[in-house]
């Protein structure tokens, strides 16, 4: 921001002196030419009263011209040349001062019927100090320029520096650090924006205790009523019927696993740091995602297929990863078509610098219309009769642990999920189809 502004302002500066320094140089050149020939044309003015002085009144200059009130006029190594009227010829010349004049300035003036004047000196003397008004100029402009450089140089950083300590807070703001910053840069409008966050702070953190709260509070009684179903269940188990025994056994382990879920998400809500977790195999975590929805699968007459390297890990919560891919299986259940494929692969994305960890979920049905595509994951958009909610919490889960959920494929529709910490939002053109 600060090199931004800097160089706009010195581009404004440069143009600026160029625009005015070149006429500026220009204009002290002539002026010294100006002030030479103004003083050229003095000394002969004074020289021709001086010649008319000594006129008779028939217009002659009779006995010679007398040219010691002249002689001092005539500036160093500069020559004069008079030419007058006189009884004996009908013009007469006299030179006074050097021989020659090595690259003259001349300046003539016409006396009418008493003659003429002409003055000549060396232009030399005349240059020089044209090449020093033009230093002296030069040296003004820039002092000018070196004033306004250090001036830009302080303007940008009293104008980046705020800026960058308010996107510096808003980033910290963003990461969940919600302590009031009292500094202000006295800028109106980037003190406002400094207000503003501080508003934002207090609203934020409250609303996040009340959440965390709520949370809280939700999950209690889950588990409560969940302890209660396992309890009527367990009675259900000492049923004499073997078929009842087993099916009260069926979904005890469902109620166990959904208070397991239950746990893990509260307990992942409250740890939002992927870089530190240990690497996970993927493969291992989604084979019970798969066991636990083929039954679904086969009531329907489809198949739901796990494919992939079973070496594959990824830094990522177990829970969260499970429950989103059970919402793109849930998903294509529902929506899909065929068999529904659960694959785990690497990809190397070009703009990133390690091969990462990408698991697709892909059916065989019509897929998304593409008028659908754009609002597929927002929160309550649906064209199905749903809820809306579950593609939005399946991205927001991977994206808590720093990954990406794209639809990579729109038919028939091809989910992916980018596994990794801080995992590049990756478009359709860079990833390699499976080998």
């Not at 066991?291 to 494919?307: I, K, M, Y």
């Not at 299986?329 to 692969?345: E, I, W």
Request: proline fraction near 5%; charged fraction near 25%.
């Amino acid at each position: 921001m600060r090199r931004r502004i800097l160089r706009s302002m010195l581009t404004v500066l440069t143009i600026t002196t160029v625009v005015l320094g070149v006429p500026l140089t220009y204009t002290a050149w002539l002026w010294v030419e100006d002030i030479t020939r103004t003083d050229l044309r003095g000394r002969l003015d004074r020289i021709a009263v001086e010649v008319i002085a000594q006129e008779q009144a028939d217009g002659l200059v009779r006995g010679g011209l007398d040219i010691r009130t002249v002689r001092p006029l005539v500036p160093k190594d500069g020559k004069l040349t008079i030419v007058y009227p006189t009884p004996q010829d009908s013009a007469s010349r006299i030179d006074i001062g050097a021989d020659a004049v090595a690259d003259p300035l001349m300046e003539s003036l016409a006396m009418g019927i008493s003659g003429s004047l002409r003055l000549e000196v060396p232009s030399g003397p005349m240059h020089a100090k044209q090449r020093q008004a033009v230093a002296a100029v030069a040296l003004a402009v820039l002092a000018s320029l070196g004033a306004a450089v250090a001036v830009a140089v302080v303007t940008a950083r009293r104008v980046a520096d705020p800026l960058r300590d308010v996107a510096a807070r808003a980033a910290r703001l963003a990461m969940g650090d919600f302590r009031p910053d009292p500094r202000r840069h006295g800028i109106s409008e980037l003190d406002r924006v400094s207000d503003v966050l501080d508003s934002a702070t207090v609203e934020i953190a409250g609303r996040l205790q009340r959440e965390h709260a709520l949370v809280a509070d939700v999950s209690h009684q889950l588990r409560s009523r969940l302890t209660a179903v396992r309890l009527r269940l367990d009675e259900l188990s000492t049923h004499t019927d073997p078929e009842v025994v087993h099916e009260a056994e069926e979904a005890m382990a469902q109620v166990d696993r959904l208070t397991e879920a239950i746990d893990d998400l509260v307990r992942a809500s409250r740890d939002e740091d992927a870089a530190d977790r240990d690497p996970i195999p993927v493969m291992d975590e989604l084979r019970g995602v798969v066991a636990e929805w083929r039954h679904p699968f086969s009531d329907v007459g489809r198949e739901l297929v796990l494919t992939g390297d079973k070496m594959l890990t990824a830094p990522i919560t177990a829970q969260r990863l499970r429950e989103a891919v059970a919402v793109l299986v849930d998903n294509a259940l529902m929506h899909g078509g065929g068999t529904c494929t659960v694959s785990v692969r690497t990809v190397r994305p070009g703009n990133a610098r390690e091969p990462l960890v990408c698991v697709e979920v892909a059916d065989e049905g019509e897929g998304v219309r593409d008028e659908l595509a754009p609002h597929i994951f927002d929160r309550g958009f649906s064209a199905g009769g749903s809820t809306g909610v579950g593609l939005a919490l399946a991205r927001a889960l991977i994206e808590a642990d720093g990954g990406r959920l794209e639809l990579q494929r729109r038919r028939p529709a091809l989910f992916a999920v980018f596994l990794g910490a801080s995992a590049p939002r990756i478009s359709n053109a860079v990833i390699p189809e499976p080998r």
